[in-house]
């Protein structure tokens, strides 16, 4: 069983940068890694994952502003996000190995 907690959800300006963070207990290296959102009235989408190898594929619309690194050793994957626009306005979900899901964290981004 393994458990995800997210982090670092908030408001943000425009082009401005925040960083999620989601903490697994539990075995944690054997999965690949994503984050997922969900605006409202919208589907949830994939915004980006990660394999257990490192390999990295990223949703169109996050291209070039993204990033999501993991580290196994803290069992906990990240969402680097650079950029932000009012469209990447939602609650952001972790998830591991399309098995397990974090609760969400709020990301705002207006001006």
């Known amino acids: 069983q393994v458990q995800l907690v997210e982090s670092g959800g908030g408001s943000a300006q425009p082009g401005g940068s925040l960083r999620l963070s989601c903490t697994a207990s539990g075995a944690f290296g054997m999965y690949a890694l994503g984050w997922y959102r969900q605006a409202p009235g919208k589907q949830r989408e994939l915004v980006a994952v990660?394999?257990?190898?490192?390999?990295?594929n990223y949703g169109d619309s996050v291209k070039g502003r993204f990033i999501i690194p993991r580290d196994n050793t803290k069992n906990t994957v990240y969402l680097q996000m650079n950029s932000l626009k009012p469209g990447d306005t939602a609650i952001y979900y972790c998830d591991a190995g399309h098995k397990y899901w974090g609760q969400g964290t709020p990301v705002a981004v207006s001006s």
């Open positions: 990660i394999t257990s190898s490192g390999a990295t």
